[in-house]
């Protein structure tokens, strides 16, 4: 199974979007050894203030869906329970996209999706 990742990030470098602020998500591919990119899709923010839409982030969501993961610098409650519904595992992290995306491609939160599994010697830190 392919596994997609979203990043919010406004310039593809950086994770510097709330998942509920966000304007757009990075598409990314994990592969064999590294990623690739996708597409960008472009949402509405669902958030202004401390106020947000629940149909706004409902929305959001939607538009991620066929993802299996999505990396933000910050995410509410209301937006976690969401995703997860959706089997969307959501993550925060600070950082350059490219490091996000490489501690993606040695978790092990995949590895039911990729039909592998690593040995005990290769999962300590």
Known sequence: MEIRIAVA????VSI????GRAIQFRIYRLIDNGYEFIEVRNTDPA???QRHSDTGLEQTATRIADCQGVIVSQIGAAAIDLLIAQRTLPFT???SVDEALQVMLRSNQFNYLKGKTRDRA???P
């Open 9 to 12: 990030s406004s310039d593809g």
């Open 93 to 95: 992290m600070d950082g």
């Open 47 to 49: 958030c202004s203030g």
């Open 122 to 124: 290769e999962q300590r």
């Open 16 to 19: 510097d979007q709330h998942f």
